[in-house]
């Protein structure tokens, strides 16, 4: 892998595992089930669009924010590693998925699901929120970087997207059970980027020396 676009990489990674395209398909199925081609295409639209509004906001005023509020930026990669550890342990125990299809239930007799709780809380959750604080925070005063970081997640939000309009298929191609197992699997990957958050939090306070993410 190129040094170069590593950061980049482990960047779509991290916010595609939290995120979860793949895990929420199914449920957008539910949410438009009855719903026409064209229908569910404006749906899936507006909520990939309301959750990138949302989290570009995050991406670049987050910084300012925790200025405001007196939260050094290593203060909050350790409480957003923490948090990210415990959306891994989530999927790995499949509590995300049913608290989503909780969700999902209760917004069926809405008309229209694209913002709540599609964009919120289910594609621009907490977790997005604090990934892309962290992500464009490791380098605050560098606007390209923090471009490029929104460039990755507008790439990730795309992804969902097309997920979105192909999910009746995906669901028929890899069934509960594929779901479940490429969950399990990214909740493994989620909570050892989430560990690498914590260390290089915990290296900004000079506790120890780490490799930066």
């Known amino acids: 892998m190129s040094p170069e676009l590593a950061p980049f ?6 916010l595609f595992v939290i995120i979860d395209p793949l895990g929420l398909a199914p449920l957008f199925v539910a949410l438009t089930q009855g719903q026409d081609a064209p229908r569910r295409r404006t749906i899936a639209m507006t909520a990939c669009l309301v959750a ?7 991406g670049i005023f987050g910084d300012t924010v925790l200025e405001i509020a007196g939260i050094s930026m290593p203060a909050f990669r350790v409480a957003g590693g923490a948090l990210l ?8 125990f499949e509590k995300r998925s049913k608290r989503r299809k909780d969700q ?3 917004a069926e007799q809405a008309d229209d699901p694209a913002v709540f709780p599609l964009a919120i809380p289910l594609i621009a959750g907490p977790g997005a929120i ?7 925070g490791q380098k605050p005063d560098d606007w390209a970087w923090i ?23 995906l669901e028929r191609i890899f069934g509960d059970l594929g779901i479940n197992v490429i969950t399990r699997l990214l909740g493994m990957l989620l909570a050892a980027l989430a560990v690498q ?3 290089d939090g915990l290296a900004d306070f000079g506790v120890f020396t780490a490799a930066p993410i």
């Open 147 to 169: 471009l490029a970081m929104h460039g990755v997640m507008a790439s990730v939000l795309l992804v969902t997207f097309i997920l979105f309009l192909a999910a009746g298929v």
């Open 104 to 106: 999902g239930d209760s």
């Open 130 to 136: 604090a990934t892309m604080i962290l992500l464009a």
């Open 9 to 14: 990489i482990t960047a779509f990674i991290t």
């Open 85 to 92: 550890f415990l959306t891994a342990l989530d999927m790995l």
């Open 197 to 199: 958050f914590i260390l």
């Open 52 to 58: 990138a509004g949302v989290l570009t906001a995050f």
